[in-house]
């Protein structure tokens, strides 16, 4: 039973804000690099956000100072804080977790921005 389950995604006006969740689950969650990923219609999938194990962040220059990604290891959840959202934000959000050789995804969650 490996799972990522996002929630979170929704209808939003420019401007404003939201916060991604992924439960992960049958993963050694602490060990994981965990990502988030968004692919917009007719666009290649592109990272957003990564923290590391060790807590270690790093943003696309699309994201980076409006979004923050964190994590919670005592409930194997990751986040994906979203501020200042802009039109151009929308797209179906997925999580990953990797570790080592091995990607796994999230089902994906659609972000809807409204200019």
């Known amino acids: 039973q490996v799972q990522l389950v996002e929630s979170g995604g929704g209808l939003v006006q420019a401007g404003g804000s939201l916060t991604l969740s992924c439960a992960a689950s049958?993963?050694?969650?602490?060990?994981?690099?965990m990502s988030w990923y968004r692919q917009a219609p007719g666009k290649q999938r592109e990272l957003v956000a990564t923290?590391?194990?060790?807590?270690?962040?790093n943003y696309a220059d699309s994201a980076k100072g409006r979004f923050t990604i964190s994590r919670d290891n005592t409930v194997n959840t990751v986040y994906l804080q979203m501020n200042s959202l802009k039109p151009e934000d929308t797209a179906v959000y997925y999580c990953?977790?990797?570790?080592?050789?091995?990607?796994?995804w999230g089902q994906g969650t659609q972000v809807t921005v409204s200019s």
């Open positions: 049958g993963i050694i969650f602490s060990r994981n690099d």
């Open positions: 990953s977790a990797t570790r080592g050789g091995v990607r796994l």
């Open positions: 923290i590391t194990s060790g807590g270690t962040t």
